[in-house]
Nanobody, 126 residues
Framework: QVQLAESGGGLVQAGGSLTLSCASS????????MGWFRQTTGKEREFVGA????????MYADSVKGRFTVSRDNAKNTVYLQMNSLKSEDTAVYYC???????????????????WGQGTQVTVSS
């Protein structure tokens, strides 16, 4: 079972930046595209961005395009979410999730074969 641990959240003023990390304990991490999601109380978890298993391609939700950047370091089994120009509406708990299958084209996840981590809280004050 894939295990992931998100970190790096915190309180930041609007317009500020944060970088989130998602570390995996599995040896197959580098084989999977990885996605970032976020959720606020009472709402469905929503897709934020993702990166292919090789790191060669990324995709983003329209709401964060141009402000957020997903990257990965397969040697460290870690994927990152760099968040710039933060807005109050970015306030949420952020989670990462692997793709459903290894070596996929793009990202079609999240996988049904893993347990969501605790996430990391991001709070943007206006």
């Amino acid at each position: 079972q894939v295990q992931l641990a998100e970190s790096g959240g915190g309180l930041v003023q609007a317009g500020g930046s944060l970088t989130l990390s998602c570390a995996s304990s599995t040896r197959t991490f580098s084989s999977y595209a990885m996605g970032w999601f976020r959720q606020t109380t009472g709402k469905e978890r929503e897709f934020v961005g993702a990166i292919s298993w090789s790191g060669s391609s990324t995709m983003y939700a329209d709401s964060v395009k141009g402000r957020f950047t997903v990257s990965r370091d397969n040697a460290k089994n870690t994927v990152y979410l760099q968040m710039n120009s933060l807005k109050s509406e970015d306030t949420a708990v952020y989670y990462c999730a692997p793709d459903e299958a290894p070596y996929g084209l793009g990202y079609s996840g999240p996988s049904t074969n893993f347990d969501w981590g605790q996430g990391t809280q991001v709070t943007v004050s206006s």
